[in-house]
Protein backbone atom coordinates (compact mmCIF):
# COMPACT_ATOMS: atom_id res chain seq x y z
CA UNK A 1 0.00 0.00 0.00
CA UNK A 2 1.29 3.49 -0.89
CA UNK A 3 0.82 6.44 1.39
CA UNK A 4 -2.27 7.77 -0.05
CA UNK A 5 -4.36 4.99 0.48
CA UNK A 6 -2.89 4.39 4.04
CA UNK A 7 -4.22 8.01 4.73
CA UNK A 8 -7.65 7.58 3.80
CA UNK A 9 -7.73 4.11 5.47
CA UNK A 10 -6.85 5.72 8.54
CA UNK A 11 -8.71 8.73 8.17
CA UNK A 12 -11.93 6.31 7.53
CA UNK A 13 -11.50 4.64 11.03
CA UNK A 14 -10.78 7.58 12.91
CA UNK A 15 -13.88 9.50 12.08
CA UNK A 16 -15.72 6.03 12.11
CA UNK A 17 -15.28 6.27 15.79
CA UNK A 18 -14.29 9.82 17.60
CA UNK A 19 -17.16 11.46 17.34
CA UNK A 20 -19.69 8.95 18.30
CA UNK A 21 -17.95 7.28 21.40
CA UNK A 22 -16.78 10.37 23.07
CA UNK A 23 -20.05 12.08 23.20
CA UNK A 24 -23.33 9.92 24.60
CA UNK A 25 -26.06 11.89 26.28
CA UNK A 26 -27.52 9.50 29.52
CA UNK A 27 -30.87 8.45 29.07
CA UNK A 28 -32.93 10.44 31.42
CA UNK A 29 -33.71 7.97 34.40
CA UNK A 30 -37.60 8.82 35.30
CA UNK A 31 -39.91 7.33 38.10
CA UNK A 32 -42.69 8.36 39.24
CA UNK A 33 -44.12 8.98 42.66
CA UNK A 34 -47.43 10.03 42.91
CA UNK A 35 -48.31 12.79 40.96
CA UNK A 36 -44.68 13.56 40.90
CA UNK A 37 -42.10 12.46 38.09
CA UNK A 38 -38.52 12.07 38.83
CA UNK A 39 -34.91 12.30 36.82
CA UNK A 40 -33.05 10.59 39.00
CA UNK A 41 -30.22 11.02 37.35
CA UNK A 42 -30.35 14.69 36.08
CA UNK A 43 -26.96 15.86 37.32
CA UNK A 44 -25.32 13.81 36.14
CA UNK A 45 -26.87 14.75 32.51
CA UNK A 46 -26.38 18.52 32.85
CA UNK A 47 -22.45 17.88 33.82
CA UNK A 48 -21.71 15.75 30.72
CA UNK A 49 -23.33 18.32 29.07
CA UNK A 50 -21.31 21.01 30.49
CA UNK A 51 -24.70 22.95 31.08
CA UNK A 52 -25.71 25.16 34.46
CA UNK A 53 -28.31 22.69 36.24
CA UNK A 54 -30.77 25.91 36.30
CA UNK A 55 -30.59 26.84 32.68
CA UNK A 56 -31.46 23.09 31.92
CA UNK A 57 -34.25 23.13 34.03
CA UNK A 58 -36.04 25.80 33.35
CA UNK A 59 -35.91 24.79 29.72
CA UNK A 60 -37.19 21.53 30.71
CA UNK A 61 -40.02 23.35 32.98
CA UNK A 62 -41.23 25.52 29.90
CA UNK A 63 -40.96 22.80 27.53
CA UNK A 64 -42.74 20.23 29.84
CA UNK A 65 -45.30 23.14 30.66
CA UNK A 66 -45.23 22.03 34.47
CA UNK A 67 -43.63 23.64 37.90
CA UNK A 68 -40.71 21.31 39.12
CA UNK A 69 -36.95 21.94 41.28
CA UNK A 70 -33.90 20.55 41.84
CA UNK A 71 -33.46 18.28 44.66
CA UNK A 72 -30.12 17.44 44.99
CA UNK A 73 -29.13 15.21 41.95
CA UNK A 74 -32.71 14.76 41.12
CA UNK A 75 -35.15 17.04 39.16
CA UNK A 76 -38.78 16.78 40.55
CA UNK A 77 -41.88 17.68 38.38
CA UNK A 78 -45.27 17.99 39.03
CA UNK A 79 -47.58 15.70 37.37
CA UNK A 80 -47.19 12.81 35.51
CA UNK A 81 -44.77 12.88 32.07
CA UNK A 82 -43.61 9.78 30.16
CA UNK A 83 -40.09 8.98 30.01
CA UNK A 84 -40.34 9.23 26.12
CA UNK A 85 -41.19 13.00 26.53
CA UNK A 86 -39.01 13.89 29.00
CA UNK A 87 -35.76 11.71 27.00
CA UNK A 88 -37.32 13.87 23.96
CA UNK A 89 -36.88 17.47 25.81
CA UNK A 90 -33.63 16.75 26.56
CA UNK A 91 -33.38 15.39 22.86
CA UNK A 92 -34.08 18.81 22.10
CA UNK A 93 -32.11 20.46 24.79
CA UNK A 94 -29.00 19.32 23.22
CA UNK A 95 -29.81 20.16 19.57
CA UNK A 96 -30.74 23.68 20.80
CA UNK A 97 -28.23 24.12 23.09
CA UNK A 98 -24.93 21.94 23.15
CA UNK A 99 -24.87 20.91 19.48
CA UNK A 100 -22.68 23.40 17.16
CA UNK A 101 -25.01 24.89 14.44
CA UNK A 102 -22.23 25.20 12.25
CA UNK A 103 -19.71 22.22 12.44
CA UNK A 104 -22.30 20.01 14.74
CA UNK A 105 -19.78 19.08 17.16
CA UNK A 106 -20.10 19.21 21.11
CA UNK A 107 -17.67 20.93 21.92
CA UNK A 108 -19.58 24.43 22.86
CA UNK A 109 -19.51 26.12 25.67
CA UNK A 110 -22.87 29.25 26.83
CA UNK A 111 -21.72 32.74 26.42
CA UNK A 112 -23.34 35.80 27.33
CA UNK A 113 -22.32 38.75 25.74
CA UNK A 114 -24.27 41.66 25.74
CA UNK A 115 -27.04 40.10 27.55
CA UNK A 116 -27.23 37.90 24.87
CA UNK A 117 -26.67 34.10 25.51
CA UNK A 118 -24.68 32.56 22.56
CA UNK A 119 -23.70 29.06 22.03
CA UNK A 120 -19.73 29.53 21.25
CA UNK A 121 -18.01 26.37 19.66
CA UNK A 122 -14.59 25.56 21.14
CA UNK A 123 -13.72 23.37 17.96
CA UNK A 124 -14.63 26.04 15.12
CA UNK A 125 -14.80 29.22 16.87
CA UNK A 126 -18.32 30.37 15.75
CA UNK A 127 -20.81 32.08 17.83
CA UNK A 128 -24.67 31.81 17.54
CA UNK A 129 -27.58 33.14 19.30
CA UNK A 130 -30.08 31.04 21.07
CA UNK A 131 -33.65 31.36 22.13
CA UNK A 132 -34.26 33.02 25.41
CA UNK A 133 -36.79 32.01 28.25
Known amino acids: MDYDELYDRAEEKISETVDEERFEVP ?7 GEKT ?3 NFS ?3 DKLRRPEEHMMNFLRRE ?5 SVEGSRAVFQGRITERK ?9 DD ?4 PACEKVDTELVEEERIKKIKCEA ?3 KQAVRQF
Open 44 to 46: KIA
Open 38 to 40: IIK
Open 124 to 126: CGA
Open 27 to 33: EPETMQE
Open 64 to 68: LGVPG
Open 97 to 100: FVIC
Open 86 to 94: VSDKVSQYV
